[in-house]
Structure formats: C-alpha cells, structure tokens
C-alpha cells in the first residue's frame, strides 16, 4: 500500500464547475499538508499548505484536512481554463522531514 | 524574494554519456536543498537532499551522484546514463528553520536515448 494515495484522472469539468480533489494516506505522524498544481512541462508550485486538521481558504481555493479518516481535500471554486493542470497532494511529519507526495490528479477545465 | 533557476531546461543524452545538471537559489541561504526526478505517473522520488555545503544524503543509491560545492549550488551527475535516467528532474528548496513547505524550479527533462 502506498502511503499516500491520489486518483490520476484525469478529470474533466466544465468552466465555472466546484472542483474537489482528494488523498488518502496512511501514516498517521502526517502533520503538514501541501497541495501543488503543476503545469505541463513545468515545476510544481505551491498552493496551499496546512498544519493538522481543519480548512483553509485562499481565494477560490479551499483546502481541507480530516486526519481522523487520514483524508485531505482541494476544492477549487468557480473553475476557470486556466486551473487545468495537474494537482499534487504532498505530506510530511514536519520540519526537515521527507516530504511525501501523491501520484497527482490532471485536471481539465472545458471552456 | 528567492528564486530557484535549473539548466539546461532540456537534454538528450546517449546512454553510456555523463550528466551534469546544475540548480542555484537566490535571495536565501544555508537553504536544504533536493533533487527529485518525476517519471510519467510515478509521481516525485526523492533522490537527494542537502542540509550543508558537502553534506549529502541519498535516497536512491543509483548511478547517480549529488554534490553542494556551494551553500546555493546543487549538481546532479552521473559518470554513465541509463535508459531508466530519462525524466524530469526537480530541484526544490527548503528556506527556513521551521519551514516544511518545498518550492521547486523550473526542471530539467533528460531523455537517455
């Protein structure tokens, strides 16, 4: 079983649409949780990052972490053609350690 | 503001040839430092990290090397390429002490034909 699991899609959704994008882990010492979206041919960037449980807004993005059932969301509101890229979830216990990432999920846009 | 730069962007390469692929950040130091290479749906592996000018340690004990002769340099080598070396390679940076969040370059995708 991988530690931290994420479905590849691709998933295809219209202009304007609410996304959610999802993993499950197993490690329970996860502490620190990432999302990155990553363009094709390009380096990930980071989106958002949270500490434990709990939601996180930052403009049409909302991340969310439910470390009771180890399972970590992206939403993204009111989706636009420019939010078409891979999505990836990365964890980590915290400080220097490894840095654990999801497999990635594409996402498409239609306009 | 910090900056993290990657070349070449791109490199083909026969197998059998040596690699060097360098990484440098600017606007920080003393940064931890990391390699990755991401293959098609496989996500990211960690092969390096670096905590300190010369101070290496490896994930994936390949063909491949890392060395940090400078507090924001980071090469990748390799004396002979593999097939199994063509991807995309990442380098990533840690800033501060009780930072966790890792920003990466641009990349550089090797293809060993």
């Known amino acids: 079983q991988k530690e931290v699991e994420q479905d590849p899609g691709p998933l295809s959704v219209p202009e304007g649409a609410i996304v959610s994008l999802n993993c499950t882990y197993s490690?329970?010492?996860?502490?620190?949780f990432m999302w990155y979206r990553q363009y094709s041919r390009k380096g990930p960037e980071l989106l958002m990052y949270t500490y434990s449980s709990g939601n996180k807004e930052d403009g049409r993005f909302t991340a969310q972490v439910d470390k009771s059932s180890k399972y970590i969301s992206l939403f993204i509101r009111d989706s636009q053609p420019s939010d078409s890229a891979t999505y990836l979830c990365a964890m980590t216990i915290g400080g220097y350690q490894k840095v654990t990432f999801g497999t990635g999920t594409k996402l498409q846009v239609i306009p | 503001s910090q900056t993290i730069h990657q070349w070449p962007a791109t490199l083909v390469q026969p197998v059998g040839s040596p690699l060097s692929l360098e990484c440098t950040v600017e606007g920080t130091s003393n940064p931890n430092l990391y390699w990755y290479r991401q293959a098609a749906g496989r996500g990211l592996q960690l092969l390096f990290y670096s905590v300190g000018i010369g101070q290496i340690s490896s994930e994936v004990p390949q063909n491949l090397s890392a060395s940090r002769p400078q507090d924001r340099q980071f090469i990748l080598s390799s004396k002979k390429l593999l097939l199994s070396d063509s991807g995309f390679y990442l380098c990533?940076?840690?800033?501060?002490?009780?930072?966790?969040?890792?920003?990466f370059g641009p990349g550089t995708r090797l293809t060993v034909t």
């Open positions: 490690n329970s010492a996860f502490q620190y």
């Open positions: 990533a940076w840690v800033g501060t002490v009780s930072s966790y969040e890792q920003y």
